[in-house]
Structures are given as structure tokens and as C-alpha cells.
């Protein structure tokens, strides 16, 4: 099974402005031309490049329980199989472990153990950013949404409290399916190091959501070794000159 790839089509570098509404500020992103999976990864693809048998009646349907961490090494393992360098190098170190018993709060992140080094000149798949994952969703659009959401996403109103199946609903403009709406998609960005430490950027809104999760604009954070039943990834591809992250 291969992934088709949609290539953005950017006339040159876009400006993007970002915006984090808990504290209503805003900065613009450099996002250069790429490529964007078609639709989240789904459980044939991944069965696939893992060498296992999976359930063909579920093989269009998102992979999902997915952690951040599993994304990246997915990416990796995609890159190896077609042929393409990685653009991840990962490597652990020690942190100190937190008391079990111990409750901590979102403002005092736990340390990571994991160091990824994005190689920005390498051929491989690998995360889009916050940002590329903005400019693609819109296809161009500025609302809050790219169509009519019955038409093109699953959420809580329509979604019967299940995933469906990938290319269910309506495309945007680029020929991509399922941005919002169907399950939460992991980004490469951290969301905000000072204050949460080594959480990632989630994106997209997923079918137990309602309606004001699944827009262009909303931004979401969790632990990059979390994962849920809503939420997934799709992999992008070209070289960036520097990752787009949100300024101190």
C-alpha cells in the first residue's frame, strides 16, 4: 500500500498568521511550498509498512491510540521503506522521574526524555507543522472552514459516536480529505516549552467533537506520549528552512 501525496499548491512563501486564543496572541509563519498526505494515515497503511496482517474490512479507517512519539517513529519507518533518508534522529536522555503519588498541573511539565532532531535536508516523511497544517486545511479559504461541516467532517452532531471510514466526506479545494473533523491530528510543534514543556500541537477536531473543536484557527496541546481513540496523524514531505515555532 503507498500513501498518495497532495503537493500544496503555494505560489513561493506564504505569510501565515497564527493565533493562540487563551491568550490572544498572534505571529506570522514563513510556510514554504510541500506535500500533505491525502488523508490521516490509516490502519492498512501502517499494518503494511509494520509487516503485520490487519483486518481488511478496517483498512481505510484512521489509525488511531497513536502517541506522538509513534507518529515520528512511523515516519522513519515510512521513509526507510520507500527508499528516502529519515528526517528524524532520536535519542534519549535521563531525566529525573517524578514521585508516583506526586499530582503535577499543567504548568509544571514533566521533563522529556526523548531529544528528535528534525534534519531540514533530508527526503523522508515527517509531521507537518502547526503552520503547514493551517495554510492546507484553508486550501486557501479564510473562514473558520473550508465547506459546510456536515459536508466534509465527522463530528458529535453526525458521527453516530464512532470513527469512519478515511474520504467519506468532501475534499477542500486541494484534493484534501478529512482536516477537520474524523480524528485530531498531530502536528510538530511544541505548544508552549515555558509553560508546557514538551507538549505538541494536536489540529482538527475529531468525531466526538462539536462543532467549535473542528475549525481551521482551533489549536490543541497534549503529551507527546498520549494518545486516544480520536486522535491520528498524516505525514507531509519537502525540506523546510527552519521549523515553525511559536516565539517566546
Not at 84 to 106: F, G, K, M
Not at 110 to 117: R, T
Not at 121 to 149: F, K, N
Not at 214 to 239: E, H, I, M, W, Y
Request: hydrophobic share 35%; aromatic share 10%.
Amino acid at each position: 500500500m503507498r500513501i498518495r501525496m497532495v503537493a500544496v499548491p503555494l505560489i513561493g512563501t506564504v505569510e501565515e498568521v497564527m493565533v493562540d486564543c487563551p491568550t490572544g496572541s498572534s505571529w506570522t509563519v514563513r510556510v514554504e511550498p510541500f506535500a500533505l498526505a491525502e488523508t490521516v494515515v490509516t490502519r492498512g497503511l501502517w499494518d503494511d509498512v509494520h509487516g503485520v496482517a490487519g483486518d481488511p474490512e478496517m483498512s481505510n479507517f484512521p489509525k488511531t491510540d497513536l502517541s506522538w512519539r509513534d507518529a515520528i517513529r512511523f515516519c522513519n519507518a515510512l521513509s526507510e521503506r520507500e527508499g528516502l533518508e529519515p528526517v528524524y534522529q532520536i535519542s534519549q536522555r535521563d531525566v529525573p522521574q517524578p514521585a508516583p503519588t506526586r499530582w503535577r498541573p499543567h504548568s509544571e511539565p514533566e521533563l522529556d526524555d526523548w531529544i528528535v532532531a528534525w534534519d531540514h535536508g533530508a527526503d523522508g516523511y515527517r509531521l507537518p507543522t502547526d503552520a503547514e497544517w493551517q495554510v492546507a486545511c484553508r486550501a486557501g479559504t479564510s473562514g473558520a472552514r473550508y465547506g459546510r461541516l456536515d459536508d466534509i467532517a465527522w463530528y458529535v452532531e453526525n458521527s453516530g459516536g464512532t470513527v469512519h471510514p478515511v474520504r467519506s466526506k468532501e475534499p477542500n479545494a486541494w484534493g484534501l480529505f478529512d482536516l477537520l473533523g474524523g480524528v485530531w491530528e498531530w502536528c510538530w510543534d511544541l505548544y508552549d516549552p515555558e509553560s508546557y514543556g514538551s507538549y505538541r500541537i494536536i489540529r482538527g477536531g475529531g468525531w466526538s467533537d462539536p462543532q467549535w473543536s473542528c475549525r481551521s484557527g482551533v489549536r490543541r496541546k497534549t503529551n507527546p506520549t498520549a494518545s486516544f481513540d480520536d486522535l491520528g496523524f498524516r505525514v507531509a514531505q519537502g525540506a523546510v528552512s527552519a521549523p515553525a515555532v511559536r516565539p517566546g
